[in-house]
Structures are given as structure tokens and as C-alpha cells.
């Protein structure tokens, strides 16, 4: 299986950088309440300085929108939106513990986390525009077809498992009590992203070895080496 952005994403979005990280063995009862916390404090410390619109991984990823003709403030990255919450009310949910630990380290950093359970994947996934035509499932069971030239994560069946980009995720390939196998991407605009991407994939990878006990498999992208294969 391959994971890889379009080229012509690559074109329009030039200071892209992806880490990825996949592994199996993930299971439900791990607990994770020490990185969670850690990574919850470093959030609420940048915190103090400015609100997360301030941030530049934030900044980023809003300019990123813009172009895609998007209103920043109505459709936010990921990890805009877990800040805003945490600022908002102080903690996050709990939902899953790899949930739990990557929504936590997405928060330390700034930087949008996605995590896919590779068993609902069909064949390759990649992040592209889309044709119009596509079947996405929100959380509730709904069915939509994303916007034509819209980025999405789609797979060879043409199924779209992340809509807008960093904004919204599928239902349908969530993390649940049963997932094993993942893929976890971790995408950067701003401009010191080459650095911590890298930092944040390898700090998500060493809490998989010490957590889960798993043999994390990682890599940083680049336009020039764009696939990542497990």
C-alpha cells in the first residue's frame, strides 16, 4: 500500500512537508496519561503568549485555505480546532488512547494529526483534489460527495477518508476499540516545518514503542520523494 500527495498539490503548495508513521499492533488499553499531559502542558504554556490564530504553524495552514477559497474562520485545520477547544474548556475529550496521545502531541505542536485505520483503506491513499464525485461518510453515517477541486484523502475505490484537507475526517476509517493497524500523517506549511514535522513524527513513534510495545515504520516526505510505502 502507498500514501503520497498529488503533484499538482506539490505545485500549488510548495512548502508542503508530510511525516507518516504506520504500525500495527495498537490496541485499546494502553494508557497514555503522562504524554497527554506533557504535551497538554507545552500547549497551555504557548498558550499564555497568544491565541492559537497566532500561532504560525496556525497562520500556515489558514493562508492555506485562503487559496483554496475557503473562509479560515469557518473551516479550520485540525489542530486549530483541538487549540481552540483546549484553550476554551481546559482539556480535550478522551476517545481512544492513540487518539488521545496524537490529538494531545497535534496540540503541543500546532500541527494537524490524522490518524486512519489502514483496514478501511482501500488499496493506495493519497491526498488530491477531488472530481466531485467521491463518497465520504461523516461520524453520524451520512454520505457526502466532497466539492469538486476540493483536497481530499482518497482511496483506490475512491472513497474519501478526510474532507477540506486538515478539516474534517471520515467516520468510516476512524480508530475504534478494534483497530490495529494505522497510519497516522502529520502535514506542515509553515516555515520551520521541515524541522518540526520531523520532531513531532519521531516524538509520536518513540510514545508507539514505549506505549504500544509496536515497531513503528516513519518517514518525512518531500517533493522529491513523495510516497511512503508499508
Known sequence: MRFQHASDLWQDFPHLVPGVIFTRGITHDASVDRPVAEFSAAAAERLTATQESGLPEVQAWRRAFSAMGLRPTQYRCASESLLRRFRKEGSLPRIHPLIDLCNAASLAYGIPVGVFDVSRISGNLEVRYADGDETYETFSGEVEHPDP????????????????????????SAVRDSTADVLIIVEGLHETAPADVAKLTGALADELRVHWSVAPETAVLTRASPRFVW
Open 149 to 172: 477541486h476540493e483536497v481530499i484523502f482518497a482511496d483506490d475505490s475512491r472513497r474519501a477518508h478526510a474532507r477540506r484537507w486538515t478539516n474534517r475526517q471520515s467516520g468510516y
